[in-house]
């Protein structure tokens, strides 16, 4: 079966009320005829993806190192105050000092960081994703050699990052088991660790305070998770260029 050149047939005019998505692919068509790629273009091309791959490994080292530095900050904090429990009983030094490094260790900038470099890796794959659109303008045959998305909507992303099969669920799962959500959740056991030992210090019955830590758990929790959300905003603010031909499964 012979190769499909997409963007010849998003130009095509479809009978019927207009679609969205085929009026800003015919849009991006047009543009292409009217700006032709010229020799140089695959070169060109090739370098600003190399750039583009260049910054994705940047801000992810960095993610792994903001990650290390608040896990072995914390680690260190927790070894002190076992340390300590252990040579005075868990008496009210440990709770002070648990008091005084427990809100110190708080990864509340790691996290935030995370979440942009999140969002800075949505983008890097959007742009990526242009680029091989380019790559299948220059060379239309190339279409069934290429595994990753060439689209820069919502499903070409998707189709980027979940190889074995995209789907909009399992990019759910990712948002649930990426490092962001991990440091929320050691985020949200500190704070209810935090509200269970101001509730004991406040003499407060047992049952007060674990209910004070689930709910401090849980409200840190889903307020972190809901700031994570943002990173879909691309999708939402940005008019796809290329985006994905309605027709496809």
């Known amino acids: 079966m012979e190769p499909t050149d997409h963007d010849t047939m998003r130009a095509r005019p479809t009978s019927g009320a207009p679609n969205t998505a085929d009026s800003a692919a015919t849009l991006a068509a ?15 091309l090739g370098t600003e993806h190399w750039s583009l791959l260049a910054a994705r490994s940047l801000i992810w080292n960095e993610a792994q ?10 680690s260190a904090s927790i070894i002190a105050l076992a340390l300590l429990a252990d040579a005075t009983g868990f008496g009210a030094q440990t709770t002070t000092l648990a008091l005084t490094l427990l809100p110190q260790a708080y990864g509340l900038a790691a996290y935030a960081r995370l979440v942009q470099i999140n969002t800075e ?12 659109h380019a790559y299948l303008t220059i060379e239309p045959g190339l279409e069934r050699y290429l595994t990753t998305g060439h ?16 789907s ?12 962001p959500t991990i440091v929320a959740t050691v985020d949200a ?18 049952a007060v305070a674990v209910a004070g830590g689930a709910a401090a758990f849980l409200t840190v929790w889903g307020v972190l998770f809901r700031l994570q959300l943002h990173t879909l905003r691309p999708f939402r603010d940005t008019t796809p260029r290329f985006p994905t031909p309605p027709d496809l499964p």
Do not use: C, K
């Open 189 to 206: 056991a500190l704070a209810a660790a935090i509200v269970v030992l101001v509730l004991q210090v406040a003499e407060a019955p047992r």
């Open 65 to 74: 190192s903001r990650a290390t530095v608040f896990l072995t900050v914390l």
């Open 30 to 44: 047009d543009a292409t005829s009217e700006h032709p790629l010229g020799p140089h273009a695959a070169q060109i």
């Open 121 to 132: 890796e949505f983008q890097l794959v959007l742009a990526m994703n242009r680029l091989r």
């Open 168 to 179: 909009l669920p399992w990019l759910w799962v990712h948002f649930l088991v990426n490092t």
């Open 151 to 166: 689209n820069d909507d919502e499903r070409g992303v998707i189709a980027t990052y979940m190889l074995h099969g995209p």
